[in-house]
Each structure stands twice: as C-alpha cells, then as structure tokens.
C-alpha cells in the first residue's frame, strides 16, 4: 500500500478506501480463485478503492481497527486524502467467533452452574433450550444477541467518529450484510470449518442447521438495517442487504466448492460476482445523490459496463 496514494488516485470519478475482514482479503489463494469480494466491483464511473484489508484479515474483529494505523492514517490525517466513500466489510466474523463461544470450558462437567452465561455466548446448551414450538429460535440466545449487538453498534459508532476526524467527514460508509452460510464440513486452507463443528458440539440436530445459519445471518442483516435507519445516530452509514441476492446454496456434507461458496462461510467467484455486482449499484447510486435501491430491486448483474 503506498504511503501517499493521492497520485494513484487522479483521473477516477470516484476515491473509495476500503478495510474489512476475509471478504475483503488480498491473500494470494483468494485472488487467484477471484474470491474477493472488492474485484467484483464494478461502476459506471471510473473508480478506484484503496484496500486496507491485506493479505490476512486484518479486521478479523471489529476491535482489531485499532491495530490497522494504515487505515486510520489514510482516513484521519490532516493530509489524508477526501474519500468518496469508505468500504467495509465486518461483523461477519465476529457473529461466527459469537457463535463459536462453547456452552462450558472445556474439560468440565456441563452442569447449569459451569455453564458460561447466556449473554456472553449465541447458543443455548441442549439442558437449555426452549418449547419445540420456538422453531429454531429455542436454541438461539437472545441475551448473547444482545451483547453482540451492543457489541456491534459502538463499534460502528467508533468507525464513524474516526471518519469525521479527518477530510473524509460525513462521506457515506457503505456495509454489506454477508450471505446465509450452509454448515458442512469445509474449511479453508488454514482454518476452519467454522458452524459444523459448533453446531454438533452444541448437539444441535442436522436438520435444523441451515435454518439455525439463517436465524444468525439475517439477525445481523436486521441490525445492520436499523443502524442505518438511524441516521441520527449512524449518520452516513449505508448498508446493502446482500442477502436478498439469490444465491446458489452449497450441498449440506460437501467438503469443498459448492454452490456459490469457496468454503463453509466464504464465497467464490460467482458467488462474489453476483453480491458485488448489485452492491455496486447501490454504492454508486448513492454517491450520483440518487435513492439506494435494495437488491430486491436491482437490475440483473452483469449487463452494465464498468
């Protein structure tokens, strides 16, 4: 990444600094299996986006934005550039890592008084769950939803206070809301996978995994909604609800490329082509000044030019 980028920037109609987590990786194996979600970016305008995410996630956790000064530097200098827009994707990883939390420490006797409390992990203990008639709601805590999204939405106000700290105040960030995962045993090179194991742990039945993957993805989709909604207290924020985009589920079992997914939880090269096609709509829709349109109602991806 250069120091100064501000050369690389002349000539394009629109300046976007990006940071986020695994979606946004440049690792050499998600690049070369068009894996990220930032190439499949495609606007009217010449644009150019500055990617801080590198080749590991460097927003593994949103809290982790403390550690990357590069993207900080770049958005709060006195001399850092003036972004169009700034793109992030995060949250995602720290809904999995909430999910992942265990019911008990390893090694002891899952009795209710060594159980972790409910409002530090995502998933109730079998002892724990509700009535059947909850559907899978009966195995999802409310409290740890709870203290994730408290969780999410200061760290979201943070991002926005860093953004009007420097030439950038008040440009819009524009958030992504991920896609519905299916839990099956496919992890990448150096990690993962990341559900099947929890779930099982959890002794969640098979055939409610998909649907419990779901619950946990659109609870973030809704949050990330309202925050957005709230432009009084998220001013600028701008969220994309990709998981309207319809894409190919990958087959329960599979061990590698299914569907539209690279693995358990990231997609691949179609699966990006088809979210960041439509995101691209919305990002550049809002900065012409026009009214975002979800991706309920975009035009089909790939029929415009970049």
Request: charge should be neutral; hydrophobic fraction near 40%; include cysteine.
């Amino acid at each position: 990444m250069p120091s100064n980028p501000a050369p690389f920037l002349e000539g394009y109609r629109w300046r976007l600094l990006a940071q986020g987590d695994s979606w946004f990786s440049a690792a050499a194996a998600k690049l070369s299996a068009h894996a990220n979600l930032l190439q499949e970016l495609v606007f009217q305008q010449r644009a150019l986006a500055i990617n801080c995410a590198g080749q590991n996630e460097a927003l593994a956790h949103m809290v982790d934005l403390q550690g990357a000064p590069e993207f900080v530097r770049l958005l709060t200098a006195p001399d850092a550039p003036v972004w169009d827009g700034l793109l992030l994707s995060v949250g995602g990883n720290d809904l999995i890592a909430a999910a992942r939390t265990p019911a008990h420490p390893v090694g002891q006797d899952p009795t209710p008084v060594e159980l972790i409390p409910l409002h530090l992990r995502l998933l109730r203990h079998q002892t724990e769950w509700g009535a059947p008639s909850q559907g899978v709601a009966r195995y999802f805590s409310e409290p740890g939803w709870s203290t994730y999204a408290d969780y999410l939405r200061a760290n979201i106000r943070h991002l926005l206070s860093l953004r009007d700290q420097g030439p950038s105040a008040g440009k819009p960030v524009f958030m992504h809301c991920y896609a519905v995962p299916m839990p099956r045993p496919a992890g990448a090179e150096d990690s993962g996978p990341w559900l099947y194991p929890t779930f099982r742990a959890y002794n969640i039945p098979a055939a409610d995994w998909a649907a419990v993957s779901r619950l946990m993805v659109m609870h973030l989709a809704l949050l990330l909604k309202s925050l957005a909604a709230d432009q009084a207290q998220f001013p600028g924020l701008q969220v994309f609800d990709s998981t309207a985009v319809p894409l190919a589920l990958a087959t329960p079992g599979t061990t590698g490329i299914s569907g539209d997914w690279h693995n358990e939880i990231h997609l691949n090269h179609s699966g990006c082509f088809k979210i960041g096609r439509a995101w691209s709509e919305h990002i550049e829709r809002v900065l012409r000044g026009e009214p975002a349109h979800q991706a309920g109602n975009q035009s089909q991806p790939g029929k415009r030019k970049a």
